[in-house]
């Protein structure tokens, strides 16, 4: 049994893998074709050919990244890794609670300090050479140290929780923790732009001027409180441009990038505003978070039932089933059907997209939309020619082009 699941786990990485880089073939392949008719005024011809090397480069970048991170998992499956970080963990603690505690705690900072060298070249040489890099060496440190907090406190918080619980009550076990995350989730969703946000930008409600009088008007019009609405520092770290919505009810805000000012006008602003009202009007958060219960109640259940299986744990190189080397396990196992749940997920993203733009449109701003959304991906380098398959797969948003075509409809 323990072979068995080790060559499905060994399987299911390879495929995973090989899929992968089946589908950025699929995009490298696609990006080569003429752009369709109404995309042509997007680049010129020297943007155009910047688009293409930024794209290429980040390509190869891409394959180099998964390649490594492929191998470094046979590697330790291959070589029962697991099961020897495990062992060292255990000389040092033989506790329920904190042996998982270290083992994930190890393994997450090796991992983090292994990808430190891809992360520097992605952002100091990549982004920098063509011109969004901000990050100064002295914030990416800073951004690191926060990141570690963060995942100390609150990754670290949830994990014993979680662990408690299945000390305690492991009949329980999944019904407990999955109640554990839905209520996190739905503080998160709550408290992430008031708790989370300012620990690494700074979001300041819209100044007096041409812009804020534009957006009230709209406000007005729509129904959407002004004090909902803020800018944020984005510029810190790249020139590239955006705009989110998030929360729930009274905790429900706007963020809209410094960047986006000076890359769009101020009609064009409010169309990009308008598309986030629609999110909000039509409770794509809501939805997104109710369908988020019982997915995560049907992975908990799945994995309380193999929890206790020791042919799990020695699949990894253990010798008998510990919370951690099956929770391991059971994330590789997991993953094919969480390819068809995040499958299922861009699905529903790509058709709430839709329905924001509709959303604006309805408000008098397609046109707007259609010259905003053509200037974000001009000047973040967009590929503009991704593979359909790539879309279904990867996608959340539409397509430019899918986007303006539903919007000249
Ligand atoms: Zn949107």
Avoid: C
């Amino acid at each position: 049994m323990p072979q068995f699941l080790f060559l499905t786990i060994i399987l299911i990485l390879v495929a995973d893998f090989g899929f992968e880089r089946f589908l950025a073939y699929l995009n490298i392949k696609n990006a080569k074709k003429d752009l369709p008719e109404i995309l042509r005024d997007i680049y010129d011809p020297e943007k155009y050919q910047k688009q293409r090397l930024y794209f290429r480069t980040n390509s190869r970048f891409g394959m180099l990244t998964s390649t490594f991170s492929f191998l470094l998992i046979i590697t330790m499956i291959s070589f029962r890794g697991f099961g020897w970080v495990d062992q060292l963990v255990q000389i040092y603690v033989q506790n329920p609670v904190w042996t998982p505690i270290l083992f994930f705690g190890l393994l997450f900072f090796a991992n983090d300090i292994l990808s430190i060298p891809f992360d520097l070249y992605d952002t100091f040489v990549i982004e920098q050479k063509f011109g969004f890099n901000k990050v100064t060496p002295k914030l990416f440190i800073l951004d690191k140290l926060k990141g570690y907090g963060l995942t100390v406190i609150i990754g670290g918080g949830i994990l014993y929780l979680i662990l408690l619980i299945y000390t305690l009550t492991p009949e329980y076990f999944w019904l407990l923790a999955w109640a554990v995350i839905t209520v996190f989730s739905l503080i998160m969703t709550l408290f992430y732009s008031e708790v989370i946000v300012p620990l690494f930008n700074k979001q300041t409600p819209l100044q007096e001027g041409e812009l804020r009088t534009e957006i009230e008007k709209f406000a007005l019009k729509s129904g959407f409180n002004l004090t909902n609405i803020f800018v944020i520092d984005g510029s810190k770290r790249s020139t590239k441009a955006n705009a989110y919505f998030s929360g729930l009810g009274s905790k429900k805000r706007i963020v809209l990038y410094d960047t986006l000012m000076d890359k769009l006008t101020t009609e064009e602003i409010v169309a990009v505003l308008a598309h986030e009202v629609g999110h909000y009007k039509l409770k794509h958060t809501l939805i997104n978070f109710t369908v988020s219960i019982p997915t995560t109640l049907i992975l908990f259940f799945v994995f309380g039932l193999i929890l206790q299986s020791d042919a799990l744990a020695q699949a990894l190189g253990g010798t008998k089933a510990s919370f951690h080397l099956n929770a391991l396990a059971f994330s590789i196992l997991y993953s094919p059907i969480s390819l068809i749940l995040g499958i299922a997920t861009n699905v529903l993203s790509r058709k709430f997209e839709y329905q924001a733009d509709a959303f604006a449109a309805k408000y008098g701003y397609a046109t707007q939309l259609q010259s905003g959304l053509k200037k974000l991906s001009a000047t973040s380098l967009s590929n503009l020619m991704p593979h359909p398959v790539y879309v279904f797969f990867h996608y959340s948003h539409p397509t430019l082009y899918q986007r303006i075509n539903k919007l000249t409809d």
